[in-house]
């Protein structure tokens, strides 16, 4: 992995912190940072905050990111250099070809070691929510270790819903640390300055070749800064994770966190 060097005439903050894991004529993968935009917000909403196209662009690398991650989220970005490789990674990723896992730091003590989330999810654009009106999506998820009242999870998204794995740790009681956008921060049994959430893997094998590539970041330092203050924090007691057909009112919405944020406490 390279980190991106920059001269003094266009440096820009994010830019030395934005590092490129690969690339070729194809592809370029990049290990986005927390606070980083994927992609340039809609017009009329663009507030100039930097986005990895353009902090390519400055370096001289014209990609563009053919998905997302959140803002908040760091971790493995795919970029594609032109329009036939970009059609051809977009139809892997149709086929779900592209297997993508996450790492977090999710607050409760869950009983099992493994699991699965299937909470089907409804876009709304700015935001998501659990809805039977919505599309399937499936997280799966392992504990990599248990730290006070969090544990260190590795989630697979089998399906690519808007905010999923966000939405699906929420909806199952265990929301993930510094989450706001779908639990409420006053709620929150550690806190921390962003969603500890982590783009850790990206697999696939490219249309062009044979072989399957790998790519991988390790957990960034907030996240084991975040890990070494739960481990000294008391665990909370043990919670069963419910099936995904249990009937439960589902994760509050946007609006709803706001309202409820805006009353008197």
Partial sequence: MLTVACTAARYHPTMERLKVVY???HIVVVDK??????VP???????????????????DIIAAPVHRIDRETSGLLLCIRDEPSRLAIMKLFKARGVHKTYLAVVQGNPRKENGSWEFSIRDLGAHAEISPEGQAAETRWKILERAGPVVLMEMELVTGRHNQARLHAAHAGMPIAGETKYALRRDARIKHKRCALHANVIELTLPWETAPRRFESPLPADMRQLLDKARTTRPPARTTRPSARTTRPPAPTRGELVRRKKRPQ
């Fill in 23 to 25: 690339s070729d004529e």
């Fill in 33 to 38: 940072p927390a606070g980083l935009l994927s």
């Fill in 41 to 59: 917000p809609p017009k009329g909403q663009r507030d100039g905050s930097a986005h990895v196209e353009e902090i390519l662009r400055r370096l």
